[in-house]
């Protein structure tokens, strides 16, 4: 088992998910295209333990289903 069940999910699911939100303070917005690193970490909807719009099972849970 690699260990997956930590950054590397909040990035792989940070990367999927609709409502990513950058919660950098000074409001830049992250540019998909250029590969920055967009994480769940970087997230303003995560409280530093989990998502607080509750979508980040959701988002695993369809990256799964689409193997
Ligand atoms: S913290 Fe929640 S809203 Fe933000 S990218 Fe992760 S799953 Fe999506």
Redesign the pocket.
């Known amino acids: 088992m690699m260990d997956y069940d930590n950054d590397g999910q909040l990035t792989v699911?940070?990367q999927s998910?609709r409502?990513?939100?950058s919660g950098k303070p000074d409001g830049r917005k992250y540019n998909r295209a250029a590969g920055e690193d967009i994480s769940?970490s970087g997230?303003s909807?995560?409280n530093g333990e989990a998502?607080i719009?509750n979508?980040?099972d959701n988002?695993l849970t369809r990256l799964d289903s689409e193997g």
């Open positions: 699911v940070g998910c409502k990513f939100t769940c997230c909807h995560w998502c719009k979508s980040f988002v």
